[in-house]
């Protein structure tokens, strides 16, 4: 049973660029979150999706933005990259209204430099 | 809106002894509380959740935790810790919005085991 996927595993960008980071949920799962995890704190939620919408988001601007396939897979994408986005971002997922609500497995992480 | 409060950034003890970490949590009505370790560089596993029912709740790898409502806290305790235990430890609420769940993490707890 695969777990939560995510690539790549690490980049680094400049200032100014664009970067899109990939997940794959559990199999199984329908629903897809993103969180930002900057070194030294707890992640924080960005969006997440369900049925190819975003159905929440969390206090992050418009330069974050993201996707959700019909196959359940999910892109991040940051635009305009600042030196503060550099953080482990994580995707999280689980099955809408499964029990337990709530309870979400997590991919490895993409760490992003910028520089 | 939901939050989390981990009072304690850093946490050292000797193997074999026992180990508390704290949690406080706000939220209006029935939490959904979650414990999570997270060991350097991976993503987060889930080590215990809490719904409803009983208030003591065990988990994976000789973990647990104790509801008390009275107290808005959902601390995590094992009786005698192992090296391997040394990990960052992320205490999380869900809550429900329009249908949807959202998790929010603490600023996490780092435990350091010394021999």
């Known amino acids: 049973d695969a777990g939560v996927t995510q690539s790549p595993t690490h980049l680094i960008k400049t200032r100014g660029q664009q970067v899109t980071l990939r997940c794959s949920p559990k199999s199984g799962h329908d629903t897809v979150s993103w969180y930002q995890q900057a070194l030294g704190q707890g992640p924080q939620f960005i969006f997440q999706y369900y049925e190819e919408e975003e159905r929440q988001r969390g206090n992050f601007p418009d330069r974050f933005s993201g996707h959700q396939f019909p196959n359940y897979s999910s892109e991040l994408n940051v635009n305009a990259l600042l030196l503060g986005d550099s953080a482990l971002y994580l995707c999280a997922s689980n099955l809408a209204g499964g029990p337990p609500p709530g309870e979400l497995f997590f991919g490895e992480g993409s760490r992003l430099t910028v520089l | 809106a939901q939050s989390v409060t981990q009072p304690d950034i850093h946490i050292t003890v000797s193997e074999g002894a026992s180990l508390e970490l704290r949690c406080n949590y706000s939220?209006?009505?029935?939490?959904?509380l979650f414990w999570y370790v997270q060991s350097p560089g991976q993503g987060l596993q889930l080590l215990l959740k809490y719904f409803s029912g009983d208030t003591l709740v065990q988990g994976i790898k000789g973990f647990e935790a104790e509801f008390k409502r009275s107290q808005s806290s959902f601390n995590l305790r094992k009786p005698s810790v192992h090296w391997s235990d040394a990990a960052e430890y992320f205490c999380?609420?869900?809550?429900?919005?329009?249908?949807?769940?959202?998790?929010?993490f603490g600023t996490g707890t780092k435990l350091q085991v010394i021999p």
């Open positions: 999380a609420v869900g809550a429900s919005s329009g249908g949807y769940q959202k998790v929010t």
């Open positions: 939220y209006g009505a029935t939490p959904y």
